[in-house]
């Protein structure tokens, strides 16, 4: 069983930081690309930043230049510090991590549970 669970989001005001982790954990053999969405009340999940197990980052284009994501390998944990927050920032933040668990033969993609962030202005 495999389960990722994040942590740290919080209400903040405009202008502030905050940073997310995400671990996973449970019976995992390999991770490849881990990721955060986020998803804003009444809007569609979006992506926000994906990272390679090599460390290759990608941001949606609003993100770029205020959140930075990052992980480590050996405590399959990602993170996504995030700056300069605006209202429009607020949503559920949601990770995600391609999985080859011990028992399994294929890449399955996982997700945590979410974790909300608000900005207030």
């Known amino acids: 069983q495999v389960q990722l669970v994040e942590s740290g989001g919080g209400l903040v005001q405009t202008g502030g930081s905050l940073r997310l982790s995400c671990i996973a954990s449970?019976?995992?053999?390999?991770?490849?690309?881990m990721g955060w969405h986020r998803q804003a009340p009444g809007k569609q999940r979006e992506l926000v930043a994906v990272i390679s197990s090599g460390g290759t980052t990608n941001y949606a284009g609003s993100m770029k230049g205020r959140f930075t994501i990052s992980r480590d390998n050996a405590k399959n944990t990602v993170y996504l510090q995030m700056n300069s927050l605006k209202p429009e920032d607020t949503a559920v933040y949601y990770c995600n991590a391609y999985i080859l668990s011990h028992e399994g033969r294929i890449w399955v993609d996982y997700w945590g549970q979410g974790t909300q962030v608000t900005v207030s202005s």
């Open positions: 449970g019976s995992i053999f390999s991770i490849n690309d």
